[in-house]
């Protein structure tokens, strides 16, 4: 019932910025930011409760990412900054199983809904 669809990734140099961007078809889920390189396993990133109050980041991008969320348009973000070649990966939004929710999970199988992903490569 919940449809995610990431934008934004594209190729950037060492030390650059990206907003990725997530349109969802509601507004009223904890919304997690994942990741995947090839041969990895998908890591959590970053999240943020359904109505903003409460965010929760992986020590490896905190600093350097913010995740955001504009209920009215029903689209999460995820600002990039002083990215690294280690953050090249797949980047997928994902909507927690329940709605309404002010607990952020960080783990992928506390996600439901999927989008299918947006491509960031970081050039070193």
């Known amino acids: 019932q919940v449809q995610l669809v990431e934008s934004g990734g594209r190729l950037v140099e060492t030390g650059g910025s990206l907003r990725l961007s997530c349109a969802a078809s509601v507004s009223s889920y904890s919304m997690g930011w994942f990741r995947q390189a090839p041969g990895k396993d998908r890591e959590f990133v970053a999240a943020?409760?359904?109505?903003?109050?409460?965010?929760s980041y992986a020590d490896s991008v905190k600093g350097r990412f913010t995740i955001s969320r504009d209920n009215v348009k029903n689209t999460v973000y995820l600002q990039m900054t002083s990215l690294k070649p280690e953050d090249t990966a797949v980047y997928y939004c994902a909507a927690d199983y329940n709605p309404r929710t002010e607990i952020v999970r960080t783990t992928h199988y506390s996600y439901e809904y999927w989008g299918q992903g947006t491509q960031v490569t970081v050039s070193s």
């Open positions: 943020i409760s359904w109505s903003g109050g409460s965010t």
